[in-house]
């Protein structure tokens, strides 16, 4: 068994004499290069993790210590604090473990400077350092680390419950875009408050960008999300409230708006701390008048900023005017300047999948076998028809995978996203007429515009409920559909998944024969809330 002072003391070396050391190495591949160095320099094994607790945390400190901060893992490499973690972890308390942990830096003011100094938030490392810690946990398969027969969460409420699934999906296979990330770095430290705005179009991974840096920073964000209908103004300032009151314990201030609750936590702020808010998808903040998007202030307090996502704009609907004293910067993904760098994250993507993904990999492999194709010519071809577009690729590589059309060549692949949206749409026989029935449902979650449940479209269209569930939860559109069942209700529900894929959409129902379909679904409608009504 590995002696853990001994390693402990090795890792802090070795980390130290990492060159050009960071606190965010934001490239998995450099990550994982530096992990495995530092397990074969201990003898341990990246693959064969043994169930000891004292080795699981050695890796969770290695894997932490190689991105994360220098002076957490400090206090982590401490035998009384690896005590009290576990002690925490058995007992499922996490809370008691952040209480042992600042009780601690009060023996150690040289350390707590430094914490204070550097901008870190103690709560933020100790989560994200847990969740490592649990990760590895789960790879020994070890029935010690479950508690009650299921892993821990380690929750300090410093990301939102609601929007996990969602960072957790968009991260899964997150590579590159570190020249956004070093943008946004030189910002907050060249600016002394601000907004910066990444502009991108639908599927250049804008969401996934916003969410790599949540799970990295874990900074207080929150997602508008069009489709779900979570994208008003007051169901930001609630959520946003919610976390900053917890994260500066704000007393008092339930009702307070946005600009108290930014003033209020920035006199939480030591000299040399920053609240950063991340916003996704501003664009589709549905807000009536001409005011800010979300009320976000023309003001910022000192040390207030605000990284935003959205879709390219124009004077009328960028609504977002700022004071001449707070800085409004952007970094356009589609900028010239950025377009090999683009292109560079879309391969690495692409192989990425080839090699990680555990759902196509293998099938993927399969189908370069059986026509001869290199992975490099694949690579280079997928990335050109991609337009460097990852939302393409999420739904291009699963369809090349699953080989649902066996005469598909490189060649046939079709060029950005609109166009694989047309000729999936074409390969379902989607003109058909007698598939009008089917485009009827697809045009009511565009009409609806938030979730529907299959009684109501069953009712409304005068079909088989039955029918329309067989539509809507049909394998080949379970990427474009999020479905939901409520046990309580006894319902299903259904919505578009994306933005763009609604969009095409709506473009297909200004054809004729779209206008002629849709005004019948308009109709139906009309005819259901009177009868509703009445």
């Known amino acids: 068994?590995?002696?853990?002072?001994?390693?402990?003391?090795?890792?802090?070396?070795?980390?130290?004499?990492?060159?050009?050391?960071?606190?965010?190495?934001?490239?998995?591949?450099?990550?994982?290069?530096?992990?495995?160095?530092?397990?074969?320099?201990?003898?341990?094994?990246?693959?064969?993790?043994?169930?000891?607790?004292?080795?699981?945390?050695?890796?969770?400190?290695?894997?932490?210590?190689?991105?994360?901060?220098?002076?957490?893992?400090?206090?982590?490499?401490?035998?009384?604090?690896?005590?009290?973690?576990?002690t925490a972890y058995?007992?499922?308390?996490?809370?008691?473990?952040?209480?042992?942990?600042?009780?601690?830096?009060?023996?150690?003011?040289?350390?707590?400077?430094?914490?204070?100094?550097?901008?870190?938030?103690?709560?933020?490392?100790?989560?994200?350092?847990?969740?490592?810690?649990?990760?590895?946990?789960?790879?020994?398969?070890?029935?010690?680390?479950?508690i009650d027969g299921v892993y821990p969460e380690w929750d300090f409420n410093v990301i939102p419950s609601e929007f996990r699934a969602l960072i957790e999906e968009k991260t899964g296979l997150f590579c590159g875009r570190s020249f956004v990330f070093q943008e946004f770095d030189k910002f907050i430290n060249n600016q002394s408050k601000g907004y910066f705005t990444v502009i991108g179009d639908a599927g250049m991974g804008k969401s996934s960008i916003a969410s790599k840096y949540i799970l990295a920073k874990k900074v207080p964000c929150y997602f508008n999300i069009a489709t779900e209908g979570k994208n008003k103004p007051e169901q930001f300032l609630n959520?946003?409230?919610?976390?900053?009151?917890?994260?500066?314990?704000?007393?008092?201030?339930?009702?307070?708006?946005?600009?108290?609750?930014?003033?209020?936590?920035?006199?939480?702020?030591?000299?040399?701390?920053?609240?950063?808010?991340?916003?996704?998808?501003?664009?589709?903040?549905?807000?009536?008048?001409?005011?800010?998007?979300?009320?976000?202030?023309?003001?910022?307090?000192?040390?207030?900023?605000?990284?935003?996502?959205?879709?390219?704009?124009?004077?009328?609907?960028?609504?977002?005017?700022?004071?001449?004293?707070?800085?409004y910067e952007t970094l356009d993904l589609k900028e010239e300047k950025y377009?090999?760098?683009?292109?560079?994250?879309?391969?690495?993507?692409?192989?990425?999948?080839?090699?990680?993904?555990?759902?196509?990999?293998?099938?993927?492999?399969?189908?370069?076998?059986?026509?001869?194709?290199?992975?490099?010519?694949?690579?280079?071809?997928?990335?050109?028809?991609?337009?460097?577009?990852?939302?393409?690729?999420?739904?291009?590589?699963?369809?090349?995978?699953?080989?649902?059309?066996?005469?598909?060549?490189?060649?046939?692949?079709?060029?950005?996203l609109q166009e694989y949206y047309e000729q999936h749409w074409q390969q379902m026989n989607m003109e058909e007429e007698a598939n009008e029935t089917k485009v009827k449902i697809f045009y009511m979650l565009v009409k609806r515009g938030d979730e529907i449940s299959s009684e109501m479209i069953a009712n409304i269209l005068d079909l088989d409920e039955y029918d329309v569930s067989s539509v809507l939860e049909n394998k080949d559109w379970f990427e474009y559909i999020t479905i939901r069942k409520d046990k309580t209700e006894d319902k299903i529900y259904y919505r578009i998944y994306h933005k763009s894929f609604l969009e095409f959409l709506q473009d297909k129902r200004k054809l004729s024969k779209g206008r002629r379909l849709f005004k019948e679904v308009n109709d139906k409608m009309a005819e259901y809330m009177l009868k509703e009504m009445n």
Request: glycine content about 2%; cysteine-free; overall charge negative.
């Open 90 to 146: 058995t007992n499922n308390n996490h809370l008691d473990f952040l209480n042992k942990v600042e009780e601690f830096l009060k023996q150690e003011p040289g350390l707590k400077e430094e914490i204070i100094n550097n901008n870190i938030e103690l709560a933020v490392e100790l989560e994200k350092f847990a969740d490592i810690f649990i990760s590895y946990a789960k790879k020994t398969t070890s029935a010690k680390f479950k």
């Open 239 to 327: 959520n946003i409230r919610q976390q900053l009151i917890i994260r500066y314990k704000l007393q008092n201030q339930e009702n307070a708006d946005l600009r108290t609750l930014l003033q209020k936590a920035s006199e939480k702020l030591s000299e040399k701390q920053k609240l950063i808010i991340l916003v996704d998808a501003l664009d589709e903040v549905e807000q009536e008048g001409s005011s800010n998007l979300l009320d976000l202030p023309q003001n910022l307090p000192n040390r207030v900023y605000f990284l935003l996502t959205r879709r390219p704009y124009n004077s009328q609907t960028q609504r977002l005017t700022t004071s001449p004293d707070t800085t």
């Open 1 to 86: 068994m590995i002696d853990f002072i001994t390693a402990a003391s090795k890792i802090l070396s070795f980390i130290q004499a990492l060159p050009k050391f960071t606190n965010s190495l934001y490239e998995q591949g450099q990550k994982n290069q530096e992990i495995n160095n530092i397990l074969q320099q201990l003898n341990l094994s990246p693959t064969e993790i043994p169930d000891n607790v004292d080795t699981v945390y050695i890796y969770a400190l290695i894997d932490y210590g190689v991105s994360e901060s220098y002076a957490i893992l400090e206090i982590l490499r401490n035998k009384e604090i690896k005590d009290s973690f576990w």
């Open 339 to 416: 377009q090999k760098l683009n292109e560079q994250d879309v391969k690495q993507y692409i192989g990425l999948f080839l090699q990680n993904d555990q759902q196509y990999k293998d099938k993927l492999q399969k189908w370069l076998k059986d026509r001869k194709i290199d992975e490099l010519t694949f690579i280079e071809e997928v990335a050109k028809k991609s337009e460097n577009n990852f939302m393409y690729l999420r739904y291009v590589l699963p369809w090349i995978a699953e080989d649902k059309y066996s005469d598909l060549t490189l060649q046939g692949l079709p060029t950005g």
